[in-house]
Each structure stands twice: as C-alpha cells, then as structure tokens.
C-alpha cells in the first residue's frame, strides 16, 4: 500500500476584520483539505509599516515568525478581499515587509491565491495585481482553477460555512494544483 505525500501550506486571510468572507473561504479551505493535505492559517497582524530609513539594519522582529512560516512551507496560500480595485494595503504591507528579509522567503514558492467579493468579479482585479507582485518576488502562482467568489454574502450560512456546491468542487481543485506546482518546485522546475 503506499503512503500519499504529506502537505503542509500556509493560509493568509487579506482581511482582518472578525465576519471576514475571505476567512470563511479560508476556513473552508482547510474543513475541504484532504486529509494528506495541512493548512494552518498564519497572522499578519503585528507586521510594523514598512519604513526603509528605520528598517536598513535589520528588520523588527515581529517580521520572523511570519518570514520562517512561508520558507518552511510546502505552499502558501492567499484568500483577500479587493480594495479600491486591488490589494488591501495591509496585505501588500506585509508583503513588502518580509520581501525585504535576506531569506526571500517567496523566491521559489508554490503559492495560489484566491479570494471573496461581496461584487460581482469576485476579487479578479486584485488576483491580477497580486499576481503581478508574485511576479517580482519570484513566486510560483497557481494558474488553474481561478476562484474568484462573487457575491459572497450568498455562499455561506449563518455559522460562516461555504454552501455553494460549485465552489465546494473547485476548493480542492485548488488545493491539488497547489500540490502538484509544490511538486514542481521541489525537484527544480
Ligand atoms: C471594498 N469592497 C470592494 N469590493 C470589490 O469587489 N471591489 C473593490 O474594489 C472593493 N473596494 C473596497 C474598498 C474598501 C476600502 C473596502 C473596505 C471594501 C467591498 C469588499 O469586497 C467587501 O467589503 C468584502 O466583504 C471584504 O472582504 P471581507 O472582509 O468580507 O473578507
């Protein structure tokens, strides 16, 4: 009999607020996750603003955790609303700030991203930014499938569960091109 390879990703919700959409998707992720695949949700909440004249010597050390949690992981992760049509300034803060540590802990990273909307695009001008970020940090993205949740106060119930069957479909479609890009990066693509 053989053993199915283990997985452990990391999960960035780009919104902080508590009722977030984008946790709920996230949470679904790892209730959807087959059981050889971990997904542990990470925090970017006490990443400082980016300020190069205070951050030239080192980075605070706020920014470690955070950095040593995407080196070490087999993918990363991103579930974030769209903001004045792009990235949630916190979530590209925090990108910027630990794209500054030494470890480039991006550079050659499996990563997907995806997202909720309470519109109808569901987050696809943010994906094509974020993307676009990905590009410079030298990450990896998951092309297919693109899960773009519009509409969003219509995919979950009152307990914040995805009820949506399409999307129940497509979460571990994600979760397995995200394993197999991870593949690829391992043995050198
Ligand atoms: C939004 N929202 C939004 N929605 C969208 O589809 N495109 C957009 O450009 C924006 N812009 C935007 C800017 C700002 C500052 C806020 C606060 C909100 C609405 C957004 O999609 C909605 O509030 C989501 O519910 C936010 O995601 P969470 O917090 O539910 O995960």
Redesign the pocket.
Known sequence: MSVEKEYHFIAI?????K??????ALKALQQLAPSHIKIEQVHFDDIPLYNADLHTEQLPESVVPLVKKIKAADGVIIV???????I?GALKNAIDVVSRHPDKPFSEKAVAIMG????????A??QYHLRQVMVFLNAYVVNKPEIMI?H??NKFDESGNLTDELLIKQLPQLLDSLARLSDKMASGI
């Open positions: 919700s780009g919104s902080l607020r009722g977030s959409y984008n946790t709920m974030s609303p769209e903001y004045n049509y792009s949630p909720a909307s309470q519109g109808q695009i569901g987050t001008r943010m519009g969003a106060q």
